[in-house]
């Protein structure tokens, strides 16, 4: 499929030959919902924690005499039914990640990459040579363009201080380099904006997962058809 670049006057340039496997994937609402509850327990610190009776400061002694006193027998003061004592299946600190397969977080991203493009919210320009240097001339020319948030994809290599200068006060707007582009940020602007030179890298990127997953299927399936073939046999 052909995708059309502009230049910041949003005017278009000319048009780039790229790989439907990327650009033409079906949204899969399942998987992209779970890659974004992955990236989100991903990044919980866990570092809550609260005291059990063995961890509360206090004394040992027995608050008072066994018998003889017409009270029910107690044995610590830090036992959890008293004031000030320890916490019973409290929360302690823990890691909240678990296991999600490459492949699956590939298809999620895939997924948001084409729907953006079919919602027209995905966009490429020649490069990201900017042409003002003022935050209030940026928001100008979102507003023009009436985009609330922008997601920048740059090239892994790139680099400009000047960009970043007029990004950072600019509300709703974020950059990322290719290799940190993910499904959570992907969802959560309106519009995401590539280059030429990071379109491609991205596509490299996802294709040569695709081609590795495939080899993979195919080895497999060899060896079940294989295996197959020697219980036939026997």
Excluded at 2 to 9: A, D, G, V
Excluded at 176 to 200: C, T
């Amino acid at each position: 499929m052909k995708i059309e670049y502009k230049n910041w006057n949003w005017e278009i340039v000319k048009e780039i030959e790229v790989d439907n496997s990327v650009f033409d994937y079906p949204l899969k609402e399942d998987l992209v919902a779970h890659v974004v509850r992955w990236q989100l327990a991903k990044s919980r610190s866990g570092n809550h924690s609260t005291k059990t009776r063995s961890m509360v400061s206090g004394t040992n002694k027995k608050p008072f005499a066994q018998k003889e006193t017409g009270k029910s027998r107690q044995g610590s003061l830090r036992s959890p039914h008293f004031r000030g004592g320890g916490v019973v299946f409290g929360p302690h600190p823990r890691s909240y990640l678990f296991k999600l397969n490459k492949k699956i977080r590939k298809m999620a991203a895939c997924s948001v990459i084409s729907d953006k493009l079919r919602d027209n919210k995905l966009h490429v320009l020649s490069d990201f040579n900017i042409p003002f240097y003022k935050t209030k001339d940026f928001i100008a020319w979102k507003d023009k363009l009436q985009m609330k948030s922008i997601l920048f994809v740059v090239g892994d290599e790139f680099e400009s201080s000047s960009l970043q200068r007029v990004f950072s006060n600019a509300v709703y707007c974020n950059i990322l380099p290719v290799r940190g582009f993910n499904v959570y940020d992907g969802i959560r602007h309106e519009n995401v904006i590539f280059d030429v030179s990071s379109l491609f890298q991205l596509q490299d990127r996802y294709v040569k997962q695709i081609i590795v997953d495939e080899s993979i299927d195919e080895v497999i399936s060899a060896k079940e058809l294989r295996t197959e073939e020697n219980i036939n046999a026997k």
